[in-house]
Every structure is written in C-alpha cells, then in structure tokens.
C-alpha cells in the first residue's frame, strides 16, 4: 500500500523567514513524490516533483523539497516565504506500478507580513 | 484551452437524482483521473483513463458511481441516486502519458457537489 502523512495541519510562518511543510510516505519499491499547491477556489498546480537523482529538487516559484530515503520524508522548502505563498500544500506519493497518486490531507500555510 | 476544463463548477443536487460531471482535459493527453476531495481532505482517488479504457476503477466507492471516456478525451463521472455523503468537490486531472508513474498530473478547478 502507499500513503503519505502530513503531520502538520497548519504552518505558521512570517513573511521573509524560510518556511518548511513536512511530509512523510509509505510506498512499496521507489516512490515518485510530488507537492502540489491549491489556492482558494483553485484547482491544484504542480510545484515539483521527485523521480530519481539528486535529492534536493527545485521547482516553481522559489520552492524546493528535499528527498530522504532513509526518513522516508518529502519535505518542501522555500528560503524566504511571502504573503502569497499562503495557500494549502499537498504531498502525494506514486509506487512504481501504480496509476494512483496519493495524497496527503494538506497542510495549510498562513505566511504573515 | 490550455488547461483541464470542468463543468459545471458548482452543482446542487437533491437527494435521489442523478448527476454528470463533465471533464475537458488538455488537448492530446492521454490519462485522465478523478478524484473526490472531500472537506478538509485531500483527493481520494476515484478512477483512471487510458486513452478510452478504464484501467482502474478501485477507488469508486459505489456502484453508484459511474464514469467513461468514450473517446479518449471528454470524461463523465455520473453518480445515480446521490447521497447526502457524495457531497464533495469532484477533481479531474490529465497527463500527457500514459503508463509513467513520474510524470505530474494537471488538475482542473473541480466541480463542487452539494446534495441537499
């Protein structure tokens, strides 16, 4: 089976501070691991993703996570966060013979001027 | 257009109808997904597309709910005799590939279902 936790369900962050949103996941074999952003009324957009490589991955607007085989952790950063950047954040983990994407149950983040 | 399109965006529903959900994904994309998100949840898989075959219909939690693509491209999601519990925002995503598990998935706006 694969799941994904998100122990946090709200971050609190104020504008200019590095900002981190944890994840954790289960999967079978190599995962494939992804964050997505939803804004209100909004459908989700791809920040990033993680297939194989380099454990730091970079993706949209300043936003960059971290892959940790042995904590079996995601978790997604961003140097210097902005008012905008609050927004609800999934994790979602796909095993290697799955169709299925798995999401987390979000965290949301709330970045403070 | 350039991203997955739905409709209705809203859709009120009273307890026993049937509803469509309709699905415009991005142009040559070859999966699509649904996904019910419920409130304060994130998206449960529901069903997946290759093309107009159904590979996996797992996460269909009802023989209720039904959901086809006959031309590889347009999906409906129909749900018969909705509940009370069906009320949730209903999430359409397409990729461009079929059979990748590392390719990223591109979602629409959703189409939010109250059944009153």
């Keep these: ?113 | 257009g350039a991203g997955v399109s739905q409709s209705p965006r809203y859709k009120v529903a009273k307890r026993g109808q049937d509803v469509a959900l309709r699905c415009d994904p991005i142009s040559g994309h070859v999966s699509l997904f649904w996904y019910q998100q419920a409130l304060g949840q994130g998206p449960e898989f529901l069903t997946y597309f290759q093309n107009e075959a159904q590979l996996d219909k797992s996460g269909l939690p009802s023989d209720r709910f039904f959901a086809e693509r006959p031309e590889g491209s347009v999906s409906t999601l129909k749900i018969q005799r909705t509940q009370q519990e069906d009320s949730a925002v209903y999430l359409c995503a397409s990729s461009l590939v079929g059979g990748f598990p590392q390719a990223e998935a591109f979602f629409g706006q959703g189409t939010r279902l109250t059944v009153v």
């Excluded at chain 1, 609190?12 to 074999?29: I, M, Q």
């Excluded at chain 1, 607007?61 to 905008?84: C, R």
């Excluded at chain 1, 994790?91 to 149950?105: H, Q, T, W």
């Design chain 1, 1 to 113: 089976a694969q799941s994904v936790a998100q122990p946090e369900d709200q971050v609190n962050v104020a504008e200019g501070n590095p900002l981190t949103v944890k994840c954790t996941y289960s999967v079978s074999g190599n995962p494939y691991l992804f964050w997505y952003v939803q804004y209100p009324n909004r459908g989700l957009q791809f920040l990033l993703k993680y297939i194989t490589g380099d454990n730091l991955v970079k993706g949209s607007y300043g936003f960059e996570a971290e892959f940790n085989k042995s904590q079996t952790s995601f978790h997604l950063k961003k140097p210097s966060a902005l008012v905008s950047d609050s927004a609800l954040y999934f994790c979602a983990v796909r095993g290697l013979s799955r169709r299925d994407m798995r999401f987390g149950a979000g965290t949301r983040l709330t970045v403070k001027p």
